[in-house]
Protein backbone atom coordinates (compact mmCIF):
# COMPACT_ATOMS: atom_id res chain seq x y z
CA UNK A 1 0.00 0.00 0.00
CA UNK A 2 1.66 3.21 -1.22
CA UNK A 3 1.43 6.19 1.79
CA UNK A 4 0.35 8.32 -1.02
CA UNK A 5 -2.39 7.05 -2.16
CA UNK A 6 -3.86 6.17 0.94
CA UNK A 7 -3.30 9.56 2.10
CA UNK A 8 -4.46 10.98 -0.93
CA UNK A 9 -7.66 8.95 -0.88
CA UNK A 10 -8.22 9.67 2.84
CA UNK A 11 -7.49 13.71 2.12
CA UNK A 12 -10.09 14.04 -0.27
CA UNK A 13 -12.95 12.24 1.61
CA UNK A 14 -12.18 14.61 3.97
CA UNK A 15 -12.06 17.49 2.03
CA UNK A 16 -14.88 16.63 0.51
CA UNK A 17 -17.30 16.21 3.82
CA UNK A 18 -15.86 19.63 5.21
CA UNK A 19 -16.65 21.61 2.26
CA UNK A 20 -20.03 20.35 2.64
CA UNK A 21 -20.33 20.91 6.49
CA UNK A 22 -18.40 24.45 6.53
CA UNK A 23 -18.12 25.63 3.16
CA UNK A 24 -15.81 26.23 0.29
CA UNK A 25 -12.12 28.23 0.78
CA UNK A 26 -9.01 28.03 1.92
CA UNK A 27 -8.61 24.46 3.42
CA UNK A 28 -5.29 22.67 5.25
CA UNK A 29 -4.35 19.14 6.03
CA UNK A 30 -2.71 17.18 8.10
CA UNK A 31 -1.52 13.54 8.01
CA UNK A 32 -0.41 11.32 11.04
CA UNK A 33 0.26 7.67 10.80
CA UNK A 34 -0.90 4.42 13.36
CA UNK A 35 2.06 2.46 13.66
CA UNK A 36 3.10 -0.92 14.25
CA UNK A 37 5.88 -1.94 16.83
CA UNK A 38 8.47 -4.70 15.69
CA UNK A 39 9.01 -5.70 18.63
CA UNK A 40 9.67 -4.12 22.38
CA UNK A 41 6.09 -4.72 24.16
CA UNK A 42 4.99 -2.66 27.07
CA UNK A 43 8.71 -1.63 27.45
CA UNK A 44 8.32 2.13 26.64
CA UNK A 45 7.11 2.90 30.45
CA UNK A 46 9.54 0.94 32.09
CA UNK A 47 12.39 3.39 30.21
CA UNK A 48 13.22 0.22 28.06
CA UNK A 49 13.71 0.25 23.96
CA UNK A 50 11.35 -0.27 21.09
CA UNK A 51 10.96 -0.68 17.62
CA UNK A 52 8.51 0.26 16.15
CA UNK A 53 7.85 1.85 12.35
CA UNK A 54 5.19 4.59 11.08
CA UNK A 55 2.13 2.31 8.20
CA UNK A 56 0.39 3.82 5.66
CA UNK A 57 -2.79 3.96 7.48
CA UNK A 58 -3.57 7.37 8.65
CA UNK A 59 -5.51 9.76 10.58
CA UNK A 60 -5.98 12.84 8.59
CA UNK A 61 -7.42 16.16 9.84
CA UNK A 62 -8.32 18.94 7.20
CA UNK A 63 -9.82 22.93 8.04
CA UNK A 64 -8.90 26.33 8.57
CA UNK A 65 -8.74 28.74 11.01
CA UNK A 66 -12.29 30.80 12.03
CA UNK A 67 -12.83 34.21 13.40
CA UNK A 68 -15.68 33.14 15.63
CA UNK A 69 -14.20 31.89 18.73
CA UNK A 70 -16.04 28.30 18.42
CA UNK A 71 -14.14 25.13 17.35
CA UNK A 72 -16.20 22.87 15.44
CA UNK A 73 -14.95 19.40 14.85
CA UNK A 74 -16.36 16.35 12.79
CA UNK A 75 -15.38 13.13 12.66
CA UNK A 76 -15.54 10.50 10.02
CA UNK A 77 -14.25 7.74 11.48
CA UNK A 78 -15.70 4.68 12.03
CA UNK A 79 -17.36 3.01 15.16
CA UNK A 80 -17.32 6.62 17.49
CA UNK A 81 -20.00 7.00 19.81
CA UNK A 82 -22.50 9.81 18.41
CA UNK A 83 -22.72 12.73 17.94
CA UNK A 84 -20.11 13.15 15.36
CA UNK A 85 -20.01 17.00 15.38
CA UNK A 86 -18.81 18.89 18.49
CA UNK A 87 -18.98 22.64 19.32
CA UNK A 88 -16.44 24.24 21.93
CA UNK A 89 -15.91 27.49 22.99
CA UNK A 90 -12.42 28.50 22.81
CA UNK A 91 -11.39 28.49 25.77
CA UNK A 92 -9.12 31.79 27.26
CA UNK A 93 -7.15 29.31 29.37
CA UNK A 94 -5.85 25.78 28.17
CA UNK A 95 -6.81 24.19 31.36
CA UNK A 96 -10.57 25.55 31.07
CA UNK A 97 -11.03 22.02 28.72
CA UNK A 98 -12.11 18.97 30.07
CA UNK A 99 -12.90 15.49 29.10
CA UNK A 100 -16.27 13.82 28.55
CA UNK A 101 -19.19 12.81 26.02
CA UNK A 102 -18.17 12.05 23.22
CA UNK A 103 -15.57 9.51 23.93
CA UNK A 104 -13.68 10.65 20.21
CA UNK A 105 -13.54 14.54 20.95
CA UNK A 106 -11.63 13.79 24.28
CA UNK A 107 -8.05 13.37 22.43
CA UNK A 108 -8.96 16.06 20.14
CA UNK A 109 -9.60 18.62 23.78
CA UNK A 110 -6.72 16.78 25.35
CA UNK A 111 -4.22 17.79 22.83
CA UNK A 112 -5.87 21.15 22.62
CA UNK A 113 -5.09 21.21 26.17
CA UNK A 114 -1.42 20.81 26.06
CA UNK A 115 -1.04 22.39 23.08
CA UNK A 116 2.27 24.44 23.14
CA UNK A 117 1.69 27.36 21.17
CA UNK A 118 -1.70 29.90 21.35
CA UNK A 119 -4.98 28.06 20.54
CA UNK A 120 -7.41 29.94 17.67
CA UNK A 121 -11.06 28.99 16.79
CA UNK A 122 -11.30 26.67 13.80
CA UNK A 123 -13.65 24.16 11.62
CA UNK A 124 -12.01 21.05 11.11
CA UNK A 125 -13.34 17.34 10.05
CA UNK A 126 -11.09 13.89 11.25
CA UNK A 127 -10.78 11.03 8.98
CA UNK A 128 -8.82 7.55 9.16
CA UNK A 129 -7.63 4.65 7.88
CA UNK A 130 -6.01 3.68 11.02
CA UNK A 131 -8.26 0.72 12.70
CA UNK A 132 -9.69 1.51 16.27
CA UNK A 133 -8.76 -0.67 18.75
CA UNK A 134 -6.39 -2.88 16.30
CA UNK A 135 -3.37 -1.87 18.80
CA UNK A 136 -1.92 0.11 15.89
CA UNK A 137 -2.25 3.27 17.75
CA UNK A 138 -5.50 5.02 16.18
CA UNK A 139 -5.22 7.20 19.38
CA UNK A 140 -1.51 8.40 18.81
CA UNK A 141 -2.17 9.17 15.08
CA UNK A 142 -5.66 11.02 15.94
CA UNK A 143 -3.64 12.78 18.44
CA UNK A 144 -0.77 14.22 16.59
CA UNK A 145 -3.19 14.92 13.55
CA UNK A 146 -4.99 17.22 16.00
CA UNK A 147 -1.50 18.43 17.05
CA UNK A 148 -0.10 19.04 13.71
CA UNK A 149 -3.29 20.56 12.53
CA UNK A 150 -3.58 23.58 14.98
CA UNK A 151 0.40 24.48 14.15
CA UNK A 152 -0.56 24.81 10.78
CA UNK A 153 -3.09 27.12 11.48
CA UNK A 154 -1.99 28.74 15.16
CA UNK A 155 -0.56 32.16 14.79
CA UNK A 156 2.69 31.31 16.87
CA UNK A 157 3.23 27.84 17.24
CA UNK A 158 6.15 28.31 19.38
CA UNK A 159 9.22 26.00 17.04
CA UNK A 160 8.75 23.12 19.62
CA UNK A 161 11.02 20.20 18.86
CA UNK A 162 9.15 16.81 18.09
CA UNK A 163 9.95 15.29 21.23
CA UNK A 164 8.25 18.51 23.12
CA UNK A 165 4.95 17.56 21.04
CA UNK A 166 4.94 13.76 21.36
CA UNK A 167 4.93 14.59 25.18
CA UNK A 168 2.53 16.76 25.37
CA UNK A 169 0.28 14.35 23.14
CA UNK A 170 0.85 11.54 26.11
CA UNK A 171 -0.17 13.71 28.49
CA UNK A 172 -3.27 14.52 26.48
CA UNK A 173 -3.73 10.83 26.40
CA UNK A 174 -3.03 10.33 30.08
CA UNK A 175 -5.33 12.96 31.45
CA UNK A 176 -8.08 13.14 29.01
CA UNK A 177 -8.28 9.22 28.26
CA UNK A 178 -7.35 8.01 31.54
CA UNK A 179 -4.42 6.19 30.01
CA UNK A 180 -1.32 5.94 31.43
CA UNK A 181 0.38 5.14 27.86
CA UNK A 182 4.18 5.02 27.53
CA UNK A 183 6.05 7.39 24.89
CA UNK A 184 6.03 4.96 21.77
CA UNK A 185 3.19 5.58 19.84
CA UNK A 186 3.11 9.44 20.00
CA UNK A 187 7.14 9.61 19.01
CA UNK A 188 6.80 7.10 16.16
CA UNK A 189 3.60 8.93 14.78
CA UNK A 190 5.88 12.30 14.56
CA UNK A 191 9.57 11.27 13.69
CA UNK A 192 9.08 8.04 11.82
CA UNK A 193 10.82 8.16 7.84
CA UNK A 194 9.92 6.36 4.76
CA UNK A 195 11.88 3.01 4.76
CA UNK A 196 12.85 3.25 7.89
CA UNK A 197 11.97 1.39 11.60
CA UNK A 198 12.39 3.17 14.49
CA UNK A 199 15.24 2.43 17.44
CA UNK A 200 13.80 4.94 20.62
CA UNK A 201 15.40 4.65 23.67
CA UNK A 202 12.58 5.51 26.05
CA UNK A 203 14.87 6.66 28.60
CA UNK A 204 16.55 9.08 27.46
CA UNK A 205 14.21 9.70 24.51
CA UNK A 206 17.18 9.38 21.69
CA UNK A 207 16.33 7.25 18.55
CA UNK A 208 18.28 5.98 15.53
CA UNK A 209 16.47 5.14 12.05
CA UNK A 210 16.94 1.51 11.21
CA UNK A 211 16.97 1.00 7.34
CA UNK A 212 14.17 -1.31 6.54
CA UNK A 213 14.01 -1.01 2.85
CA UNK A 214 14.98 -5.14 1.34
CA UNK A 215 12.35 -5.67 -1.30
CA UNK A 216 13.07 -9.33 -0.34
CA UNK A 217 11.42 -8.51 2.84
CA UNK A 218 7.90 -7.63 4.21
CA UNK A 219 5.88 -6.83 7.09
CA UNK A 220 2.55 -7.92 7.31
CA UNK A 221 -0.06 -6.72 9.80
CA UNK A 222 -2.98 -8.91 10.36
CA UNK A 223 -5.87 -7.27 12.23
CA UNK A 224 -7.33 -10.19 14.26
CA UNK A 225 -10.58 -7.85 14.40
CA UNK A 226 -11.33 -8.76 17.97
CA UNK A 227 -10.85 -6.84 20.81
CA UNK A 228 -11.68 -8.18 24.19
CA UNK A 229 -12.68 -5.65 26.73
CA UNK A 230 -9.78 -5.91 29.39
CA UNK A 231 -7.37 -3.58 27.71
CA UNK A 232 -8.63 -1.03 29.29
CA UNK A 233 -8.18 -2.18 33.14
CA UNK A 234 -5.47 -3.99 32.78
CA UNK A 235 -2.81 -1.70 31.06
CA UNK A 236 -2.85 0.18 34.09
CA UNK A 237 -2.49 -2.69 36.08
CA UNK A 238 0.33 -4.19 34.40
CA UNK A 239 2.16 -0.59 34.36
CA UNK A 240 1.69 -0.93 38.46
CA UNK A 241 3.03 -4.20 38.54
CA UNK A 242 6.21 -2.57 36.83
CA UNK A 243 6.76 -0.23 39.12
CA UNK A 244 5.72 -3.05 42.26
CA UNK A 245 8.72 -5.16 40.87
CA UNK A 246 11.11 -2.19 40.21
CA UNK A 247 10.66 -0.44 43.55
CA UNK A 248 10.78 -4.27 45.54
CA UNK A 249 14.42 -4.67 43.49
CA UNK A 250 15.53 -0.72 44.54
CA UNK A 251 15.67 0.74 40.95
CA UNK A 252 14.06 3.61 39.15
CA UNK A 253 12.72 1.63 36.42
CA UNK A 254 13.04 -2.27 35.17
CA UNK A 255 15.25 -1.25 32.60
CA UNK A 256 18.14 -1.01 35.29
CA UNK A 257 17.43 -4.33 36.68
CA UNK A 258 18.97 -7.91 35.79
CA UNK A 259 17.47 -11.37 35.81
CA UNK A 260 20.08 -12.30 37.84
CA UNK A 261 18.85 -9.40 40.74
CA UNK A 262 15.33 -10.22 39.46
CA UNK A 263 15.84 -14.04 41.16
CA UNK A 264 17.28 -13.08 43.74
CA UNK A 265 14.15 -11.01 44.83
CA UNK A 266 12.13 -13.71 43.74
CA UNK A 267 10.55 -14.84 46.80
CA UNK A 268 9.62 -11.09 48.03
CA UNK A 269 7.42 -10.50 44.68
CA UNK A 270 4.07 -11.82 44.06
CA UNK A 271 4.19 -14.77 40.98
CA UNK A 272 2.19 -12.47 38.89
CA UNK A 273 4.69 -9.10 39.36
CA UNK A 274 7.65 -11.52 39.34
CA UNK A 275 6.45 -12.80 35.49
CA UNK A 276 5.63 -9.47 34.41
CA UNK A 277 9.10 -8.37 35.64
CA UNK A 278 10.30 -11.35 33.75
CA UNK A 279 8.88 -10.26 30.42
CA UNK A 280 10.03 -7.08 30.71
CA UNK A 281 13.68 -6.86 31.58
CA UNK A 282 14.33 -9.62 28.52
CA UNK A 283 11.94 -7.97 26.07
CA UNK A 284 14.57 -4.88 26.43
CA UNK A 285 17.50 -7.38 26.05
CA UNK A 286 15.46 -8.88 23.06
CA UNK A 287 14.73 -5.34 21.36
CA UNK A 288 18.74 -4.25 21.66
CA UNK A 289 19.44 -7.47 20.16
CA UNK A 290 17.08 -6.90 17.24
CA UNK A 291 18.46 -4.09 16.27
CA UNK A 292 21.94 -5.30 15.42
CA UNK A 293 20.35 -8.66 13.83
CA UNK A 294 18.34 -5.94 11.73
CA UNK A 295 21.45 -3.59 10.78
CA UNK A 296 23.44 -7.03 9.81
CA UNK A 297 20.44 -8.21 7.80
CA UNK A 298 19.89 -11.34 9.63
CA UNK A 299 16.21 -11.87 9.64
CA UNK A 300 16.27 -15.82 10.81
CA UNK A 301 17.81 -14.10 14.19
CA UNK A 302 15.13 -11.40 14.35
CA UNK A 303 12.06 -13.93 13.82
CA UNK A 304 13.40 -15.66 16.49
CA UNK A 305 13.66 -12.83 18.84
CA UNK A 306 9.85 -11.93 17.45
CA UNK A 307 8.69 -15.11 18.98
CA UNK A 308 10.36 -15.10 22.28
CA UNK A 309 8.68 -12.32 22.58
CA UNK A 310 5.36 -13.76 21.52
CA UNK A 311 5.64 -16.24 24.19
CA UNK A 312 6.65 -14.04 26.58
CA UNK A 313 3.76 -11.61 26.24
CA UNK A 314 1.71 -14.38 26.56
CA UNK A 315 2.68 -16.63 29.05
CA UNK A 316 4.47 -13.84 31.38
CA UNK A 317 2.81 -10.68 30.95
CA UNK A 318 -0.20 -12.16 29.98
CA UNK A 319 -1.36 -9.49 27.72
CA UNK A 320 -2.38 -12.31 24.14
CA UNK A 321 -5.23 -13.74 23.70
CA UNK A 322 -6.03 -17.27 21.88
CA UNK A 323 -6.87 -15.45 18.29
CA UNK A 324 -3.72 -13.86 18.49
CA UNK A 325 -1.98 -17.08 19.49
CA UNK A 326 -4.08 -18.67 17.01
CA UNK A 327 -2.89 -16.05 14.03
CA UNK A 328 0.38 -16.60 15.14
CA UNK A 329 0.43 -20.05 14.99
CA UNK A 330 -0.61 -20.07 11.23
CA UNK A 331 1.77 -17.61 10.35
CA UNK A 332 4.55 -19.85 11.92
CA UNK A 333 3.65 -22.54 9.85
CA UNK A 334 4.26 -20.80 6.68
CA UNK A 335 7.78 -21.33 4.94
CA UNK A 336 9.48 -18.26 3.93
CA UNK A 337 8.19 -16.58 7.58
CA UNK A 338 10.89 -15.42 9.54
CA UNK A 339 8.84 -14.36 13.12
CA UNK A 340 5.37 -13.52 14.32
CA UNK A 341 4.22 -11.63 17.57
CA UNK A 342 1.41 -9.89 19.05
CA UNK A 343 1.57 -6.05 18.68
CA UNK A 344 0.62 -2.90 20.85
CA UNK A 345 -1.40 -3.10 24.46
CA UNK A 346 -2.40 -6.66 23.58
CA UNK A 347 -6.24 -8.24 24.70
CA UNK A 348 -6.72 -8.29 20.63
CA UNK A 349 -6.04 -5.91 17.54
CA UNK A 350 -2.94 -7.14 15.58
CA UNK A 351 0.01 -9.08 14.79
CA UNK A 352 2.67 -8.15 13.10
CA UNK A 353 4.66 -10.56 10.54
CA UNK A 354 8.29 -10.75 9.41
CA UNK A 355 8.45 -12.45 6.08
CA UNK A 356 10.67 -13.51 2.72
CA UNK A 357 8.48 -11.08 -0.03
CA UNK A 358 7.45 -14.49 -2.05
CA UNK A 359 5.79 -15.33 0.86
CA UNK A 360 3.23 -13.23 1.09
CA UNK A 361 0.45 -14.92 -0.52
CA UNK A 362 1.27 -18.50 0.82
CA UNK A 363 0.54 -16.90 3.94
CA UNK A 364 -2.25 -14.73 3.42
CA UNK A 365 -4.31 -17.81 2.34
CA UNK A 366 -3.30 -19.45 5.55
CA UNK A 367 -4.57 -17.00 7.46
CA UNK A 368 -8.14 -16.55 5.35
CA UNK A 369 -8.33 -20.84 5.10
CA UNK A 370 -7.11 -21.73 8.94
CA UNK A 371 -8.28 -18.50 11.47
CA UNK A 372 -11.03 -19.36 13.11
CA UNK A 373 -12.53 -15.49 13.19
CA UNK A 374 -12.49 -13.01 9.96
CA UNK A 375 -8.89 -11.37 9.40
CA UNK A 376 -7.87 -8.42 8.08
CA UNK A 377 -4.07 -8.07 6.21
CA UNK A 378 -2.15 -4.82 5.51
CA UNK A 379 1.08 -5.69 3.63
CA UNK A 380 3.25 -2.50 5.07
CA UNK A 381 5.99 -0.82 4.54
CA UNK A 382 7.66 1.84 6.59
CA UNK A 383 6.27 4.99 6.35
CA UNK A 384 6.70 8.99 7.30
CA UNK A 385 5.97 10.37 10.10
CA UNK A 386 3.21 13.45 10.69
CA UNK A 387 3.17 15.77 7.98
CA UNK A 388 1.71 18.55 6.01
CA UNK A 389 -0.53 17.12 2.91
CA UNK A 390 -1.03 18.91 0.00
CA UNK A 391 -4.02 19.61 -1.75
CA UNK A 392 -4.85 19.61 -5.27
C1 LIG B 1 0.00 0.88 23.99
C2 LIG B 1 0.62 2.10 24.68
F1 LIG B 1 -0.01 3.24 24.27
C3 LIG B 1 2.11 2.19 24.38
O1 LIG B 1 2.67 3.26 25.09
C4 LIG B 1 2.82 0.87 24.72
O2 LIG B 1 2.96 0.74 26.10
C5 LIG B 1 2.09 -0.32 24.10
O3 LIG B 1 0.69 -0.30 24.42
C6 LIG B 1 2.65 -1.64 24.56
O4 LIG B 1 3.96 -1.77 24.13
O5 LIG B 1 0.06 1.03 22.61
Known amino acids: MAASIEEKRITNFARQNFIKLFGNGDICAVAAPGRVNLIGEHTDYNAGFVLPMALPLVTVMVGRQTNSNICRISTLAENVDQPRTIELQLPSEKDQLAPG ?3 WANYVKGVMANYKGKLCSFDAVIASSVPVGGGVSSSAALEVATYMFLDQISQDNGNFSLKDKALACQKAEHDFASMPCGIMDQFVSF ?4 GHALF ?3 RSMESKLVPMNDPGLSVLVTNSNVRHE ?3 SEYPTRRRQCEE ?6 KTSLR ?3 IKELEGHKHELFDEVYRRARHVIGEIQRTEESVLALENGDYTCFGKLMIASHNSLRD ?3 VSCVELDELVDIALSVKGVYGSRMTGGGFGGCTVTLLKTEAINHLQDAIKIKYSGSATCYICTPCDGARRVRLD
Open 245 to 250: AAHALG
Open 316 to 318: DFQ
Open 191 to 194: MAKE
Open 230 to 232: LTG
Open 200 to 202: IDC
Open 256 to 258: DAT
Open 101 to 103: EPS
